[in-house]
């Protein structure tokens, strides 16, 4: 079995966290530990009385959505391809949250679906899709669920365990750049030192092993001293291809010490796979923001068991400059090891903003990141960058 560095912090960071969380008393607070922000409801002081209608039944119908259009950039070292497309890392999207109480139980049903716009990590080189192509993958929440005084349980599709544990981020700039840069330039290309196009994908070799959206069946325990165990299990029924069987436990702790608010999130993941071979990875992420400065720092790793591992770090600012809205400032380093063959090494970093207008319910936003791959292979790969900047409009 290989081991790396990356096992051996992470083993280290799942130490610190369950002493972190062992040492803190009892609490109730009002995180929702569903996943990431970007998972959640999407919120707005503004629109949200309109949109949210009290049912005779004493239950809430509430509707959310949002617009994200950004102009997508990347150099290759030899090409430069620019246009406008869907932000992959938080795309437009539509949904709605039913809350009913019922005899000590609170029930809820939620549907949401990306609205099916040219998705950031789709385009290429050579490759740009259409401006509106919806299809069913781009379902992403449709299930029921119960909370009580034992915990909750989910059924249908949604988020598994561990998805947004490898994520954890409180800069408020992932829209910009995420953990890993799939989502906002997973299709393209490098290219090598004599300028042709390799087959070597920026998502090939950038990746937070984070969980998924599954249908699943899923129970997350009632919140004691800031820590919930999650457990799920679910297939993928959008993807026919997929057969395997998704396997999810994870852990999750959030309170505060003094002046800092923590979060962090460990899991574990057996991808079953009936026609060839299993997959298994560990994942972990934290996050710190000191509330009187507002400066913030996030750190994930993970390894796919027998595989690659990255380590991934995010120091940012966040704070009500303006009366406008909070302005968000990070800058981030990734560092991934044996993508695609043993030795191989990818790293890229960026600096990314962004402005909220929250009168209007707006963010504006912007980052540039920069890419280096190499293998043991024989092929030199050049340097790219890549920049997302656009808006978000919410309701």
Known sequence: MKTSTTGYGLSCFLALWATAAIAQEQQKGDFDYDGLVEELPIESDVFDPPLTFKLFSGGEMRFYGQFNPTYQGFNDGEEFTSGIVDNGNWNSRVGF????????????????????????AMVSQDYTPEWINWDPVWLRWFEVAGDGRYGTLSLGQGSSASDGTAGLDDSFTF???????????????????????????????????????RFRARYDTPVFGGVMLSTSYGKNILVQEDDRHYYDVAARWTGEIGDFAIRAAASYQWLDNPGGEDTRRVAGSG?????????????????????????????????????????????????????????????????????????????????????????????????????????????
């Open 175 to 213: 829209v910009a750049g995420a953990t890993d840069s799939s989502d906002g330039f997973g299709s393209f290309r490098f290219r090598g030192s004599g300028g042709e196009l390799t087959s070597v994908t920026v998502g090939a070799v950038n990746n937070s092993f984070d969980g998924a959206r």
């Open 97 to 120: 949250v039913l809350t009913q109480p019922a005899d000590g139980i609170l029930l809820r049903a939620r549907f949401e679906t990306a609205l099916g716009f040219r998705n950031s």
């Open 287 to 395: 996050t710190v923001v000191h509330g009187p400065t507002g400066l913030n720092l996030a750190v994930s790793l993970g390894q796919q068991i027998d595989g690659a591992s990255y380590v991934w770090g995010r120091a940012g600012w966040r704070k009500d400059v303006f009366e406008i809205g909070d302005t968000a400032l990070s800058v981030d380093y990734y560092s991934g090891y044996d993508f695609l063959s043993d030795g191989a090494r990818t790293v890229n970093y960026g600096i990314y903003g962004v402005q909220s207008l929250d009168a209007a319910s707006l963010d504006l936003y912007g980052g540039i990141r920069k890419f280096t791959y190499q293998d043991d292979l024989g092929t030199d790969y050049q340097d790219a960058y890549g920049v997302l900047t656009g808006m978000r409009f919410y309701f």
